[in-house]
């Protein structure tokens, strides 16, 4: 079957998915294979929960044995060379055929090592005070998550913002390929999945794939123009066309945070505005501006830029401020590299409290840079004004000897917080429910696999 016939189909279905175990009538089910499932083994179960139809490698053991089904169920088979290939294929087609008023979709494509989801979801809670936006869901960034955001465009949308992640050079050109941006951001470039990148360069090349693209096509790009990788990178494609924006190029300033205004706020000196967000760290105030900058090239107006902002509540354990019955909560525990991981720690290091606390879990896939990478966070942690720190993860226990074996300075003496190591964060939250914290200021994060979250309910 080709795409274009493919497509039809899809024009009649009630969407697309991928698990077999949440499927809505009139929906197509594509049989994706991982390393520990096959969705071609569900596919007939899928047409039998209400799937309308179902894609399957031509391979599979189903296909090979269609003619054993009823002949109902075999005509709603759609055998295919490679089912995820295909579902790709099926978005970019999407994509293609989706016009706004006779013009191609808008389509934000949006990359970065930190802040690119909550980046995503203020560009999209500004866009959305004049246009229907359809934007990547959580963060659905991948191979797999990019189609299907991709085919959640609908007849209503009139811009895209689309997220797209990266762990292996080539990721962003593979999926770049797909959604086809007319813009692009790159939010920041820092140390994060370098077992998979090599190094520091090779992120940042793989990063720069949606500049290369955004040049190419002559389309636009909107830059940190007080980032000075962001900058050297852009001057390396001396064509790429720039909508530049930044703190200190737009004369904008962070506030201080004291008690009674924990929160980001942001001055905008030149238009005599205060931007009072709802998040956590000075380090959000970039993805604030980078908002901004979008909604005003799309034509919001400030004012409405700034409302849609300051309405804007984080979720998902990102820059959130939870105060629970015991504590004060600061959770950024959805995931951590070395440069977000040291923006938080400084972050809270301003931050007034009487009685602070980190809880860190590993920073994971930084293959050979991981133990000074750990020990750098120990260090500085250590540095800090702190009652104690807790830290989850065999890396951090491991760098320790490196962080332990340093002689400390005079400043430091005295000062460094109790220190204790946990294997798990499971084994932390059962330390906490014997020897419990309260009236203290609590950082939380960590990299998605140590599922820091587990504590909380011990906070």
């Known amino acids: ?32 294979k991982g390393e520990n499932f096959d969705g071609n083994a569900y596919a007939v179960k899928a047409l039998e929960e209400g799937a309308s139809y179902a894609v399957i490698d031509r391979n599979s053991d189903t296909a090979k044995e269609m003619q054993k089904c009823t002949q109902e169920i075999a005509a709603r088979l759609i055998p295919v060379e490679d089912t995820l290939k295909t579902l790709q294929d099926l978005a970019r087609w999407h994509r293609s055929m989706t016009f706004v008023n006779g013009k191609p979709l808008p389509v934000i494509g949006l990359t970065g090592t930190n802040g690119k989801t909550t980046t995503k979801e203020l560009i999209k809670t500004v866009l959305s005070a004049k246009y229907k936006v359809t934007a990547t869901e959580g963060n659905l960034n991948n191979s797999i998550g990019v189609p299907l955001s991709l085919l959640k465009i609908n007849e209503e949308t009139e811009i895209a913002v689309i997220e797209m992640g990266a762990s292996h050079p080539g990721d962003i050109r593979e999926l770049v390929s797909i959604c086809l941006p007319n813009y692009g951001i790159i939010t920041n470039v820092g140390k994060a999945h370098l077992l998979g990148f090599g190094s520091f360069e090779g992120v940042k090349k793989a990063k720069g794939e949606l500049y290369d693209y955004i040049q190419r096509t002559a389309d636009k790009a909107f830059i940190n123009a007080d980032n000075q990788i962001l900058c050297k990178m852009a001057e390396e494609r001396p064509d790429l066309q720039l909508i530049p924006y930044g703190l200190n190029f737009q004369g904008a300033e962070i506030m201080t945070a004291d008690g009674l205004h924990p929160y980001l706020r942001i001055a905008l000196k030149k238009e005599g505005a205060v931007i009072n967000t709802h998040l956590i760290g000075s380090y959000n105030a970039d993805n604030v501006m980078a908002a901004i900058a979008v909604g005003q090239y799309f034509g919001i107006s400030l004012q409405e830029a700034v409302s849609a902002i300051e309405a804007y509540i984080p979720a998902n354990s990102r820059s959130q401020m939870v105060r629970s019955g015991r504590n004060t909560l600061i959770i950024d525990a959805y995931n951590a590299n070395p440069s977000s991981m040291e923006a938080a720690i400084n972050n809270f290091g301003t931050m007034e409290a009487e009685h602070k606390v980190f809880m860190l879990g590993d920073m994971l896939e930084l293959g050979r840079d991981s133990a000074e990478e750990h020990a750098k966070v120990l260090d500085k942690v250590k540095s800090q004004n702190a009652d104690a720190a807790y830290f989850v993860g065999d890396e951090f226990r491991k760098a320790s000897v490196i962080s332990d074996g340093k002689e400390e300075s005079e400043d430091n003496k005295g000062q460094k917080p109790e220190i204790e190591y946990f294997s798990t964060s499971k084994e932390l939250s059962e330390y906490l429910s014997k020897h419990e914290i309260k009236n203290s200021t609590i950082l939380i994060k960590g990299s998605r696999g140590t599922r820091m979250e587990t504590v909380l309910e011990n906070l």
Do not use: C, Q, W
Not at 5 to 32: C, M, P, Q, W
């Open 1 to 32: 079957m080709t795409i274009p016939e493919l497509y039809k189909i899809f024009k009649n279905s009630a969407g697309v998915t991928t698990d077999s175990r949440k499927i809505h009538e009139g929906e197509i089910f594509f049989a994706l």
